[in-house]
């Protein structure tokens, strides 16, 4: 294959349509939040130069499908855990999968860490629980969210770089399916 097809077959899995339509192309798998439509055989990699997944379509017939994880995040707003850091000193939801969660017992606050989307210390955003508040959790929260995607609702700070949501109660942390 030559060069400038192998970087111009990723171009073509997402198309922009800048004409208003209320029916998307015919073979469109995806609708990318930037507008373009993405013809993409596997869930994978979809739409990742383009702001992500806005809406899944269904196949053939181009109708959107309606899942808890993608219909919450495009209709509602919410954030992608690497999204979070463009959006420090605002409220929002913030969604990912917990890819470590780890309670700091012998740590001053006692603090419990659930880092999302990567592992400490490549954590792309961290959703923190002082010890003060994990009475307000009915479980060890290390333990309920771990390997779970979720969502969490609260004003994203910046500790050394990285943001994160300092959460209070369980009601702001929610388990997507």
Known sequence: MSAIKRLAWPLLLCLPLYAASAQSPAGATALCRDGSYSFSASHRGTCSHHGGVGQWLSPGTAAPVQTAGNASASQQGFLTAAQAADHVGETATVC???????????????????????????????????????????????????????????????????????????EAIRVMQ
Not at 117 to 128: K, R
Request: aromatic content about 10%; hydrophobic content about 40%; proline content about 8%.
């Open 96 to 170: 990912g999968v917990v890819a470590s969660a780890r309670y700091a017992a012998s740590t001053r606050g006692q603090p419990t860490f659930l880092n999302l989307d990567q592992p400490y210390p490549n954590q792309v955003f961290t959703v923190l629980i002082w010890g003060s508040a994990r009475s307000a959790f009915p479980r060890a929260p290390e333990a309920v969210y771990q390997a779970k995607r979720i969502c969490v609702t609260g004003r994203i700070d910046a500790y050394r770089g990285s943001p994160q949501i300092v959460v209070g109660n369980a």
